[in-house]
């Protein structure tokens, strides 16, 4: 399903009942209704970042939920679409933490490709409905994500935005890993702390530290 480490790590629970019923329900949405992001692109955050690969996990709520915009990564959308607030926000933190041009695209497959797991909590949605399939095992599902990422030994960090994203803070008690918690990115929060806060320089700040290498996160090159 995945194509990569996760498949040997997440078969028990691709066979558990609950797991099947999602994959059910799931169809079901995407077949009476619009629904992001396309359903190939639904496990994407995995089939990019290994388990084996992963240095930093960045949680997301939900997908984007207007058309075009969701593409199986967190606050990522393809080439060619314009900034979601929150993506536009992200981009300019980095910007201000790191020097960094704001890049055209706000597809983030680089930082992907750099270990970073671009998760979110609920894998799909239906359109213009956020939130829509919270109720269908998604969250069963990528809280076992988390729990088993939790227990990967060595140094990795979460990235937690957001009253949303903190509350699986529950789930991560290894010392080797740092947690980096704060306000959502969103407009309604990022000048509550978001701006200035410098996530991109702690998260490198501490895998250096750890003698892991850094996340090269210039989108710009």
Known sequence: MINNDWDNLLKPEFQKSYFIALVQKVKDQYAIGDCYPPINKVFDALRKTSFAATKVVILGQDPYHNPNEAMGLCFSVPEGIAFPPSLANILTELNHDLGYD???????????????????????????????????????????????????????????????????????????????????????????????????????????QNGVAPIDFNLCH
Do not use: C
């Open 102 to 208: 704001i890049p055209q695209s706000g597809d983030l497959s680089k930082w992907a490709d750099e270990g970073v797991l671009l998760l979110n909590t609920i894998l799909s949605v239906s359109r213009n409905k956020p939130l829509s399939h919270q109720n269908l095992g998604w969250l069963t599902f990528t809280d076992h994500i988390i729990s088993l990422l939790n227990t990967k030994p060595g140094p990795m960090v979460f990235v937690l935005w957001g009253s949303h994203a903190r509350s699986k803070k529950v789930l991560l008690n290894n010392p080797q890993h740092l947690i980096i918690e704060n306000v959502h990115p969103s407009p309604l929060s990022a000048y509550r702390g978001f701006f200035g806060s410098k996530p991109f320089s702690k998260i490198n700040t501490y895998l250096l």
